[in-house]
Nanobody, 119 residues
């Protein structure tokens, strides 16, 4: 089992930056792909981005590529989502998730942290 706890959400104005953190406990953090997802009101949860176990490979949704950066610190069991140039449409609950690289679906999820971007 892996327990995930997100933090860093809040209310910001459009154009601002924000960094989310997700800290893991339980099994060795460095074994897992880590992903960030978000769910806006009335919408389905969507993929934001992911990072490989070593941090050497990242993927992003088209909607955030170039504005968001995912990184991880395996010594701190933490993955980060650095968000720049935030837009009102980035408003959502942001979740981190974990899976083994060979798995298709993310098995472990945090409780989420709210990000609200005002115009």
């Amino acid at each position: 089992q892996v327990q995930l706890v997100e933090s860093g959400g809040g209310l910001v104005q459009a154009g601002a930056s924000l960094r989310l953190s997700c800290t893991a406990s339980g099994r060795p953090f460095s074994n897992y792909d880590m992903g960030w997802f978000r769910q806006a009101p009335g919408k389905e949860r969507e993929f934001v981005g992911s990072v490989s176990p070593t941090g050497g490979s990242t993927r992003y949704a088209d909607s955030v590529r170039g504005r968001f950066t995912i990184s991880r610190d395996n010594a701190k069991n933490t993955v980060y989502l650095q968000m720049y140039s935030l837009k009102p449409e980035d408003t959502a609950i942001y979740y981190c998730a974990a899976k083994f690289t060979w798995q298709s679906n993310y098995n472990y999820w945090g409780q989420g942290t709210q990000v609200t971007v005002s115009s």
